[in-house]
């Protein structure tokens, strides 16, 4: 059982280890390995696996063997989809949104979660619970990095990773915030590249992205 305090230090340490937490659409099992040792080779070592194709489970499995990385899986919605993360290997979540069943399920499973938020009534109630770490989600359809700023004014204790609509050219205007740790995006593994089999060019675009100033 993890407490919302722990789960949000677990977190922010998680965000503190690269600017950018890699997006990734995976629909190709085989793509797994070969694309965490890329991303991991170019200084992302934290990779968020969205649970959005029927292979994700095993591509998570597959990517916790890769040395450095730390892989969690993104877009929990259930309890079941909770249990089946940790049985693959994730060492974190990270959902849309947030409710108070999501929440208990990965505090029961010991599972640090980084909770999504879009609103400051959304952002007040996860803090109310303990979360001080959270994703501000979707960032640009939110009203961007100017959003966030407004939303740390009177929230400065809570620090955000921004996903949603974020890419090379806009991630230094969140990451320049006070309130941002990291970004997340999935501009560092595009589906052509990755069906291409062009993995020493996800590793420069990794470079790129973990020479981002914050």
Not at 32 to 43: F, I, S, T, Y
Not at 55 to 60: S, T, V
Not at 63 to 81: F, I, Y
Not at 184 to 199: C, F, I, N, R
Request: proline content about 7%; charged content about 20%; overall charge negative.
């Amino acid at each position: 059982m993890i407490s919302p305090q722990d789960a949000s230090q677990a977190s922010e340490k998680l965000c503190r280890m690269a600017p950018v937490i890699p997006v990734l659409v995976i629909d190709d099992l085989a793509h797994a390995r070969p694309l965490a040792e890329a991303l991991v080779a170019g200084g992302l070592p934290v990779l968020e696996v969205t649970l959005r194709t029927p292979c994700a489970l095993d591509a998570i499995a597959e990517m916790a063997k890769v040395e450095g990385g730390v892989v969690g899986a993104g877009t929990l919605l259930t309890p079941a989809d909770v249990e089946k993360a940790v049985a693959a290997g994730a060492k974190f979540g990270v959902s849309p949104g947030a409710t108070d069943t999501i929440l208990s399920a990965c505090e029961a499973a010991d599972l640090p979660l980084l909770p999504g938020a879009a609103t400051s009534s959304e952002v007040m109630r996860l803090l109310e619970r303990g979360y001080s770490v959270q994703k501000f989600f979707p960032a640009e359809a939110n009203g961007g990095a100017k959003a966030l700023k407004a939303i740390g004014a009177p929230l400065p204790q809570v620090r955000f990773c921004p996903t949603g609509g974020v890419s090379l050219a806009n991630a230094p205007d969140y990451l320049g915030l006070s309130n941002t740790l990291c970004v997340g995006g999935s501009w560092v593994a595009p589906k052509d590249k990755m069906e291409a089999g062009d993995w020493d060019g996800i590793t420069a675009l990794a470079r790129e992205a973990a020479a981002l100033a914050r």
